[in-house]
């Protein structure tokens, strides 16, 4: 039997990158997954993608940002399939800016979508959880949120939001029979960062700063998001699982 067979997994920012990759390894182990994103045509490829391999999906586009769109996104969900009965946290926004320049509005961005968004998403999610009285929910964070990189700081700062916000919610969810902890990729090679990252860069930063001698692929993110949702995993919780090939060892 596949892990997730009948259950409903809910994955924000499950167009592409991380999101697509964990939203496909819940599918192809059993699960009818819930793909949010805020694009539609990327959401609506990827869906058909999904359908085209056989996998259930439900797709939504939402904007995490706003909490009227996640209310009524989550109804919606609950409506059609009954329950959720895990959440991938998972969508989220970077980019690089010194801090002495960052600007209001580009703090507010990246402070909206990181961790107000997500505040939004888990809290919802969590009263459904907590009327069936079981659930997992699993938080995008980042080695961002555990050790500080210059030219990040509302990116670390977002992050570091997630990783307090994750233990507070496991203190208070336990006994709701709710399981909740993040999960902080390092370097993880996707298609944004293949775009933008040079193969002199990449190769640098293999040799200064990842012990394994390799950068991490989306599928390797997305096996931790599934054992952390499974059974394997039911007495984990208020961790942050960091997923770095050793760098912030």
């Known amino acids: 039997m596949k892990r997730f067979e009948g259950q409903i997994v809910m994955v924000t920012g499950a167009s592409r990158g991380i999101g697509m990759a964990t939203a ?3 599918a192809a182990e059993g699960a009818h ?5 805020n694009n539609a045509d990327e959401l609506k490829r990827t869906a058909g993608q999904f359908e085209n391999q056989g996998y259930p999906v439900l797709p939504l586009c939402v904007d995490i940002s706003d909490p009227n769109q996640v209310e009524d996104a989550i109804e919606q969900a609950v409506s059609i399939l009954g329950r959720i009965d895990v959440l991938v946290n998972n969508a989220g926004i970077a980019w690089e800016e010194p801090f002495l320049d960052i600007t209001d509005a580009h703090w507010q961005q990246m402070i909206n979508v990181n961790l107000n968004g997500m505040f ?6 969590s009263r459904q959880m907590v009327k069936q009285m079981s659930g997992c929910i699993l ?6 949120g555990l050790a500080g990189e210059e030219n990040y700081a509302h990116y670390n700062a977002s992050k570091g939001g997630v990783v307090l916000l994750t233990k507070t919610m496991a203190l208070e969810l336990g ?13 993880i090679q996707t298609p944004l960062t293949e775009s933008i990252d040079d193969a002199e860069f990449v190769g640098s930063y293999i040799r200064n700063k990842i012990p394994l001698g390799k950068v991490g692929k989306v599928e390797d993110v997305a096996g931790v998001f599934a054992f952390l949702a499974s059974e394997d995993a039911a007495f984990i919780t208020g961790e942050s699982i960091v997923v770095d090939g050793g760098q912030l060892a």
């Open 24 to 26: 496909e390894r819940f």
């Open 33 to 37: 997954v819930i793909l949010l994103a």
């Open 120 to 125: 939004y998403v888990a809290q919802r999610v």
């Open 139 to 144: 938080n995008m964070g980042s080695t961002n």
């Open 175 to 187: 006994r709701y029979n709710i399981r909740v902890n993040a999960v902080c990729p390092g370097y």
